[in-house]
């Protein structure tokens, strides 16, 4: 079983739309979790790190779910900016960094 | 956050030969790591950096293929040695940094291997 999964879509959704991303993690012990975006041919770049009663950055709200071990990001009033893929990424003890194959989502206009 | 430089940004090699990637970070830093990205797939950690020891390889890297050096708190380098087509990919660098040890990533160096 992979350390991290994602639905890796793709998610096509029209602008103005709400849309919500899932992130399962195999260990219990995971310690730190973290939305990353990443554009075609850019490096990820941090979106939000996920804490325990959730989070919220604007439009975008991150949740973490210790007893099912999943976390979400959900993003709402979709702008044609955010399309891109978004990668889950998950830190155990030791420093060791575990990423998910990443979900594209397209906000057509 | 920390500002992260990479050198090359992109580079074309022949098979055989070997590229040194720089990486250097404007802040002092404790955790820097080294990373590929193939086309449509994720990150693959190759190594974790080490100041003043040898770098912490990940299963089915090794050090003759991708030496790493970490010579201070704000700089480090991957060397791709003896290349393949298979090494075609994006190479990042990141650092730990922060409350929760959020990574920063540099911006890559797209390597492709004739």
């Known amino acids: 079983r992979k350390e991290v999964e994602q639905d890796p879509g793709p998610f096509n959704v029209p602008e103005g739309a709400t849309v919500a991303f899932n992130c399962t993690y195999s260990?219990?012990?995971?310690?730190?979790f973290f939305w990353y975006r990443q554009d075609c041919r850019k490096e990820p770049k941090l979106l939000m790190s996920v804490y325990s009663s959730g989070n919220e950055d604007g439009r975008f709200t991150a949740q973490l779910n210790r007893a099912s071990q999943y976390i979400s990001l959900l993003i709402r009033d979709s702008k044609l900016s955010d399309s891109a893929t978004y990668l889950c990424v998950v830190r155990r003890a030791g420093n060791q960094f575990y990423f998910g194959t990443g979900t594209s989502l397209t906000v057509i206009p | 956050s920390a500002v992260i430089s990479q050198k090359p940004s992109r580079d074309i090699c022949q098979r055989g030969t070997s590229l040194t990637i720089q990486c250097q970070v404007d802040s002092q830093v404790t955790m820097m790591f080294w990373y590929r990205q193939q086309p449509g797939q994720s990150l693959t950690l190759i190594a974790t950096a080490n100041q003043g020891s040898e770098a912490t390889y990940e299963s089915g890297f090794v050090i003759d293929k991708f030496p790493i050096s970490r010579p201070n708190l704000t700089f480090s380098t991957l060397t791709v040695s003896n290349m393949s087509p298979e090494d075609s990919s994006i190479y990042l660098c990141?650092?730990?940094?922060?409350?929760?040890?959020?990574?920063?990533f540099g911006p890559g160096t797209r390597l492709t291997v004739l």
């Open positions: 260990n219990s012990a995971s310690q730190s």
């Open positions: 990141s650092v730990g940094t922060g409350s929760y040890n959020e990574q920063f």
